[in-house]
């Protein structure tokens, strides 16, 4: 059993925006048609495939505004989909890639600084494991290597899972 788990967006995130919810600037999500590869959903970590529709809104996923909490956009199928449950294994929207950003936060949700790197993507889960044995990290985000957008999240296989809070709620 992996000492890790990739968590997908929460669910209760991506129902508030399926159902006409404002994203993290009360904005509305915008539609837009995918033209394939580039457009990761964050709920279930697939691609979206061309000619699907997408919502792309800003995304915090931290609980409260503070210094640290980075917002951005992400994407997410317009139309609802399974949330990503195989959590011990790599994501398949992390595939598309030779490599991400890797950054340890602290349980005050503040960066835990020196460890953020660009990690290839074979050594994701190695690193991932690394950074979450050091006692003052309590997760980690997985980012675009190019845009440094949000992806998924990595936890300790025995903590809180990022599905039991919601940014939105």
Not at 51 to 74: H, K, M, N, S, W
Not at 105 to 126: H, L, M, Q
Request: hydrophobic fraction near 35%; proline fraction near 8%; glycine fraction near 6%.
């Amino acid at each position: 059993m992996s000492a890790i788990r990739f968590s997908a967006m929460p669910t209760a995130d991506a129902e508030h925006l399926w159902t006409g919810g404002r994203d993290a600037y009360d904005n509305l999500p915008e539609t837009m048609v995918s033209d394939g590869p580039g457009h990761p959903c964050r709920h279930c970590l697939k691609n979206i495939d061309a000619g699907d529709l997408l919502l792309v809104f800003a995304y915090r996923p931290f609980p409260e505004l503070q210094p640290y909490a980075e917002t951005g956009p992400i994407f997410l199928h317009k139309k609802r989909c399974e949330r990503y449950e195989a959590e011990e294994e790599l994501p398949p929207v992390l595939t598309t890639s030779r490599d991400f950003i890797l950054r340890g936060y602290g349980e005050s949700n503040r960066i835990v600084y020196g460890t953020g790197a660009v990690t290839a993507t074979a050594d994701i889960p190695g690193y991932a494991e690394e950074l979450l044995q050091r006692p003052e990290i309590a997760y980690v985000h997985v980012r675009s290597a190019r845009n440094n957008c949000f992806q998924c999240r990595i936890d300790k296989q025995k903590a809180p899972a990022f599905s039991e809070t919601s940014v939105f709620i």
